[in-house]
C-alpha cells in the first residue's frame, strides 16, 4: 500500500480559489505518475489533472484547462493542485491517486491507478 495524504480542501464562493496538496513517498514522487480525480454525487469519477516527475509532464481535463494547476514541490514530495476560478460545477470529492498501471490507456482514467488518498471535500457556492 502507498499512502497519499490529501489535504487543503473546503468551501468558497464561485471565482474563488482553493489549494489541494497529495503527499506521497519519495520513491512515488520520483518514479510514478500522480493523477488528480473528483467524483460528484451520482457522477463518475473524472480525472482532473497529472504530472509525471521524471520528463516532467503534465496534463489536464479540459473542464479545468485554464484554472486549475498541478505542481511539485521536490523538497516536501508533494503534489499540489492550485484551483483558480471555481465553480459550483468543481463541487466534488477530490482524490489523489498513483501506482499507474504501464500500457494501461489513457493517463486520466481511474481504473489505470492502484493507490488513492482519503479524499478532500471541495464545496463551491454560487
Known amino acids: 500500500q502507498v499512502p497519499l495524504v490529501e489535504s487543503g480542501g473546503g468551501s468558497v464562493q464561485a471565482g474563488g480559489s482553493l489549494r489541494l496538496s497529495c503527499a506521497v513517498s519519495?520513491?512515488?514522487?520520483?518514479?510514478?505518475?500522480i493523477a488528480w480525480f473528483r467524483q460528484a454525487p451520482g457522477k463518475e469519477r473524472e480525472g482532473v489533472a497529472i504530472?509525471?516527475?521524471?520528463?516532467?509532464?503534465?496534463d489536464y481535463a479540459n473542464s479545468v484547462k485554464g484554472r486549475f494547476t498541478i505542481s511539485q514541490d521536490n523538497a516536501k514530495n508533494t503534489v499540489s493542485l492550485q484551483m483558480n476560478n471555481l465553480k459550483p460545477e468543481d463541487t466534488a470529492m477530490y482524490y489523489c491517486a498513483a501506482g499507474y498501471n504501464i500500457g494501461c490507456g489513457l493517463l486520466l482514467t481511474s481504473k489505470c491507478y492502484n493507490y488513492w488518498g482519503q479524499g478532500t471535500q471541495v464545496t463551491v457556492s454560487s
Open positions: 519519495r520513491y512515488t514522487y520520483i518514479s510514478d505518475r
Open positions: 504530472v509525471y516527475t521524471p520528463i516532467p509532464y503534465t
